[in-house]
């Protein structure tokens, strides 16, 4: 596991085998997943590990990341299998603890586990 943005937290997971769009996929005032067509669809992020291969999607993402931060609706980390800009940048700017998880952590990850990160 690779850290790009520190911080240590212990949280339930919650995992998608898909990417998530931070824009369009995301509501920033609850956390719930509101793509239809996402493997996460109707389920809360708030407070969880959040595990997901990686984010697509605008560059605006990353304001959405802050947005959820500043509802109490964000997930206490992330970790992907792959990290691209729209996601790191708004972890850091929303403090965020993320992480980088090689394909035998990630495929080790269960949705609803308990794990501790960082």
Known sequence: MKTIVRGKVTGKVVKSNQPINFL???DKKTGAITDQKHDLFGKKIAGSILVFPNGIGSSVGAYTIYSLK????APAAMACQKVDLTVA???ALA????FILSPDEYASMKDGDDVSLG
Do not use: E
Request: glycine share 14%.
């Open 24 to 26: 369009g996929s995301v």
């Open 70 to 73: 500043s509802n109490n609706s």
């Open 89 to 91: 940048s708004g972890c």
């Open 95 to 98: 403090n965020i603890p993320l």
